[in-house]
DNA sequence: AAAATCTGTATTATCTATAATACTAGTTTG
DNA sequence: CAAACTAGTATTATAGATAATACAGATTTT
């Protein structure tokens, strides 16, 4: 009975990589159930590395209970496409759907200042170069297992409206409006990113895994920048889900996001 | 003058680790110009390696041409914020834009059958276990560069009305609508992953670079699953953008798209 | 029953990373 | 100017990971 939650990575660094590699295949649901995964030797030849680097990695994927290996036979998947309890987010709030799921959330404080805006910042928000900002880190956790690793930036004359506490403890948004930012607009930009040795820690994950990016700006009914949001989250915890529908006629026919209807729906 | 578009990458295991990450920070914005990087000595502290490790992995980002190295004085970005010409997926198409920019694309098939399907594909598109469909998986360029892997699973029946020659040169949504799907409803999520070794192949990128990931189902009027696309997109080339704005009033008040307006749209 | 394929196990040479150095030459700070 | 940074350049010993092999035992296929 092993309780180490996809924590027992490999030694070596290549060992690592496949081992990485393997398991997001797993937990991605790109390998199911079943006689799946390839033998030894193949695995071995199409990652470049020698059978005795692939079985490390397998020793680690057996070790967190995600495959089976019988000799004679091959080596299975176990745990297949039933992760634990990924959390998704809204799409119509911007929020992850937490309390609707029963999950218990912690939200730590990593780290907490003012100061000048960096380039990417300023830029992104249209402020002056010299303007100082709120910068916060924080941890996300759902019952106990952290999923996102969020920087905010906010402007210092609308932040000193709230206490660190606050942070702590409330999300950025209704802070904000409590503050009397009339929130209007907001820009979203997903992509993906590897995990960097602070945000591997405070996440609980390797070095070098796989990270959902999301930048977010937000803007007042003035179109001033009052939130830069660089948020990172773990494949394995949180998914962005946009259930859509197609509406209109002809050429105008296209895409729009089914509100109201998220995931389990019977219909 | 190299043009070696990032694949100088360093000859150890842990220096493509480091490598790797620094550079996803850099072309991911968190890494802009000027003075940015910390010493070579912390850096080796903070990834846990020894200096001489690191360096490996700055003399591959050097030469690459996003870093400058001066003696004495520290190393600093220099592409930061300027990525190549990262194609954006529009939403209200599913579709990337790309004819709007300019961009001259092709599309590469590498596979093509037809199998029973997969266990996940199954369970998501509702399929008889039993059912066949036709797997395919295509490389789209951009100005020559690859920056998607896509696989799609269509049921057998329907992939019939379309050729191998269609799948190369147009959108599956085409040859969809054209074979009289009436197609209602999609599903997407959207996550990250690692690159195996096929699929970095595939992109031209280093095994183990991050990738974004989207997973989308798509229902006819009956409910019935017509397409199941699972797409791996280099983050380098490739963003999500969402442009949303604030609607509603009270309680009631919630993020919608903003449609018609993305980035640069003159409509 | 035989052949093929797989995991399990072991051994050894080689490559790689590390640590502990030392030193030079630029640059910035006090 | 002097002190305290920095990157650039070496060297060497040691520990560790990897590659290349070989063979035994289990299972499946022919």
């Known amino acids: 009975m092993h309780m180490n939650r ?22 991605g649901g790109s390998l199911s159930d079943g006689d799946s995964l390839p033998g030894e030797q ?20 057996a070790d967190d209970g995600l495959i089976e290996r019988r000799a004679g036979s091959g080596t299975r998947v176990r745990g297949g496409s039933a992760p634990d309890k990924p959390v998704a987010m809204n799409f119509t709030t911007l929020m992850p759907q937490l309390v609707e799921m029963g999950h218990s959330t912690t939200a ?12 990417f910042v300023a830029r992104a928000m249209d402020l002056a170069a010299d303007e100082d900002v709120q910068i916060a880190t924080r941890v996300r956790s759902a019952d106990g297992t952290p999923f996102s690793h969020l920087t905010t930036y906010v402007p210092a004359d609308i932040a000193r409206n709230y206490s660190e506490d606050d942070l702590a403890s409330q999300p950025l948004f209704a802070l ?15 992509s993906a990113t590897l995990a960097g040795p602070e945000v591997a820690e405070a996440l609980g994950i390797a070095t070098g895994s796989a990270l959902l990016s999301l930048r977010r700006v937000v ?27 197609r509406v209109g006629q002809g050429a105008a026919r ?4 089914a509100i109201g209807q998220d995931g389990e729906s019977a219909a």
């Open 108 to 119: 730590r404080l990593l780290s907490f200042s003012y100061g000048p805006a960096p380039d």
């Open 42 to 61: 193949r695995l071995a030849e199409t990652f470049g590395v020698s059978r005795v680097t692939v079985r490390r990695a397998l020793d680690a994927l």
């Open 254 to 257: 296209h895409w729009e996001p």
């Open 176 to 190: 904000l409006e409590r503050s009397g930012v009339k929130i209007e607009e907001a820009h979203q930009s997903v």
């Open 219 to 245: 803007r007042d009914v003035n179109g001033k920048g009052v939130e830069y949001l660089a948020g990172l989250y773990r494949p394995d915890m949180f998914r962005l889900e946009m259930p859509l529908t």
């Open 6 to 27: 996809g924590e027992m990575l490999p030694e070596g660094a290549k060992a690592q990589r496949v081992y990485l590699s393997l398991r997001d295949q797993i937990t």
